[in-house]
């Protein structure tokens, strides 16, 4: 993974339903020590699923969107001791610097954790496509942002000049 992106982290389900979830911040295991961090990362992933913008839905993958923040949620190969889909979930942030190569190093950052953690994710095109969209939409509606700035200053500009000199 690109020192550029240090900012993925990750929570999978613990197989068994007993074990903590995996979990991983900024490349480091979380303990289960770790309480503070654990319930942070796990508020973050459920604000931006709670009030973020699904941008991505194909099969058992999604990706939601709020501001910069993204999360992507991957079926793994491996069911869990119910039979039930045991979910892989990366939370990051999009930010203007991400480049070209940003969506493959996201997939590789993806199954770098799952077979640390011993999963598979199989549809790594999908979840590729997944990142691709969450970038597509961050880029989208940073132009919306910038539109929209450019709309008021253009108003207040207009009012500036409109407004009669002060000067003698």
């Given at each position: ?11 999978a389900?613990?197989l068994?339903?007993l ?16 309480e503070e ?14 009030s ?9 993958i ?9 999360i ?5 190969d491996q069911?869990?001791s ?10 990051g ?12 190093e ?9 077979n ?5 994710v ?8 997944g ?5 597509k ?5 940073l132009?919306v ?12 500009l207009?009012?500036?000049?409109a407004l009669?000199s002060?000067?003698?």
């Open positions: 993974m690109s020192e550029r992106y240090p900012e993925l982290s990750f929570q389900q613990s068994d339903n074990a903590l979830d995996p979990m991983e911040v900024n490349g480091c295991p979380l303990e289960e020590k770790d961090e654990r319930e942070r990362l796990v508020q973050r992933i459920a604000q931006v699923s709670k973020g913008t699904r941008v991505f839905s194909e099969g058992s999604s990706a939601f969107r709020l501001g910069n923040e993204f992507l949620e991957i079926p793994s069911k869990d119910a039979g039930r889909i045991a979910p892989i979930i990366c939370y942030h999009v930010s203007r610097e991400s480049e070209k190569s940003w969506p493959d996201v997939v590789s950052a993806i199954r770098d954790f799952a640390r953690i011993g999963r598979g199989s549809d790594q095109a999908a979840v590729r496509r990142i691709e969209a969450v970038k939409n961050w880029i989208s509606r132009w942002r910038i539109k929209e700035w450019l709309s008021a200053l253009g108003r207040k207009r009012r500036h000049l009669p002060l000067s003698p």
